[in-house]
């Protein structure tokens, strides 16, 4: 089983920048897609990013394209979204998740995920 820990929630202001954290671990890690989610209160859970171990193919939402960017350190077994130029709608608790052989469809989709973190709070004011 593998277990997932976020990090580097926070509160900023908008137009400024954050960076999110994802460390995995446990011994039976199989999974080579990572993704990032987030659900704000009274809405739906809304992909985010998603990205590969190995081959650097990165997805992103509409939303968020061109502002954030996920990236991978495989030696630390961590992964990485960087956002910038923070809107308040980006005001929610970010997930991330590991699943295994998924394709670039798939990954849109929470129900293809395996495991899951608990979730750190990002929280951008006007």
């Known amino acids: 089983q593998v277990q997932l820990v976020e990090s580097g929630g926070g509160l900023v202001q908008a137009g400024g920048s954050l960076r999110l954290s994802c460390a995995a671990s446990?011994?039976?890690?199989?999974?080579?897609?990572m993704g990032w989610f987030r659900q704000a209160p009274g809405k739906e859970r809304e992909f985010v990013a998603a990205?590969?171990?190995?081959?650097?193919?990165?997805i992103y939402a509409d939303s968020v394209k061109d502002r954030f960017t996920i990236s991978t350190d495989n030696a630390k077994n961590t992964v990485t979204l960087q956002m910038n130029d923070l809107k308040p709608e980006d005001t929610a608790v970010y997930s991330c998740?590991?699943?295994?052989?998924?394709?670039?469809?798939?990954?849109?989709?929470?129900?293809?995920?395996?495991?899951w973190g608990q979730g750190t709070q990002v929280t951008v004011s006007s």
């Open positions: 998740a590991s699943g295994a052989y998924l394709t670039p469809g798939s990954t849109r989709y929470a129900r293809n995920y395996d495991y």
């Open positions: 446990g011994r039976t890690f199989r999974s080579y897609v």
């Open positions: 990205i590969r171990w190995s081959g650097g193919s990165t």
